[in-house]
Nanobody, 121 residues
Framework: QLQASGGGLVQAGGSLRLSCTASGRTFGTYNVGWFRQAPGKEREFVSGIRWTGGSTYNTDSVRGRFTISRDGARNTVYLQMNSLKPEDTAVYYC????????????????WGQGTQVTVSS
């Protein structure tokens, strides 16, 4: 079971850090991804990290602003979001899976409940 937290309301240019914690099991060799879904839009890939090796991937729109990281001791994956823009407003979901293509939502086996991020202009 995944628990996403850390969302909130922030002004443009501000920062938030999202957390994704696994309960009942460790991330093990799972890859972890963050997706987001804005009202009226499809869910889109934001950032991902391979638990083994730590390779990270970001979609173009957040590259240089968002950083994904993992903490094995806390069994938690973080998404540090800086220089937030109003277009980053969405519900953010974390997911864990074993698929190779991290940007594809179908590759993930487990999903968190989502946390709302709202960026005001």
């Amino acid at each position: 079971q995944l628990q996403a937290s850390g969302g909130g309301l922030v002004q443009a240019g501000g920062s938030l850090r999202l957390s994704c914690t696994a309960s009942g099991r460790t991330f093990g060799t799972y890859n972890v991804g963050w997706f987001r879904q804005a009202p009226g839009k499809e869910r889109e890939f934001v950032s991902g990290i391979r638990w083994t090796g730590g390779s990270t991937y970001n979609t173009d729109s957040v590259r240089g602003r968002f950083t994904i990281s993992r903490d094995g001791a806390r069994n938690t994956v973080y998404l540090q979001m800086n220089s937030l823009k109003p277009e980053d407003t969405a519900v953010y979901y974390c997911a864990a899976g074993t698929g190779a293509h991290m940007a594809i939502s179908g590759m993930y086996n487990y999903w968190g409940q989502g946390t709302q991020v709202t960026v005001s202009s």
